[in-house]
């Protein structure tokens, strides 16, 4: 079992910065994926970054390529993503989420963390 907890979520003004956090806890993280998701009030959720635990490989949507960057602190067991240039179209609910390698689905979640981004 895995559980996550994010923080860092907030209101921040266009052109602004924030870095969210997800601490993870349970059980080792070798073999996961972990990875960042939004959703939008009235839209479908929408993948944003993940990153490989072991190896540190990333990967990220094209919406926010250059913008955002995934990390992770293997001592900490933490994930952040870090936002710059925020648009009020990055205004929604931020998810972590952890994917065993090899599963299509990511099988555990946070409760989200909002993210507001005022023009």
């Known amino acids: 079992q895995v559980q996550l907890v994010e923080s860092g979520g907030g209101l921040v003004q266009a052109g602004g910065s924030l870095r969210l956090s997800c601490a993870v806890s349970g059980r080792t993280l070798s073999g996961y994926y972990m990875g960042w998701f939004r959703q939008a009030p009235g839209k479908e959720r929408e993948f944003v970054a993940k990153?490989?635990?072991?190896?540190?490989?990333?990967y990220a949507a094209d919406s926010v390529k250059g913008r955002f960057t995934i990390s992770r602190d293997n001592a900490k067991k933490t994930v952040y993503l870090q936002m710059n240039n925020l648009n009020p179209e990055d205004t929604a609910v931020y998810y972590c989420?952890?994917?065993?390698?090899?599963?299509?689905?990511?099988?555990?979640w946070g409760q989200g963390t909002q993210v507001t981004v005022a023009s």
């Open positions: 989420a952890a994917q065993l390698y090899g599963r299509s689905s990511f099988d555990y």
């Open positions: 990153i490989s635990w072991g190896a540190g490989n990333t």
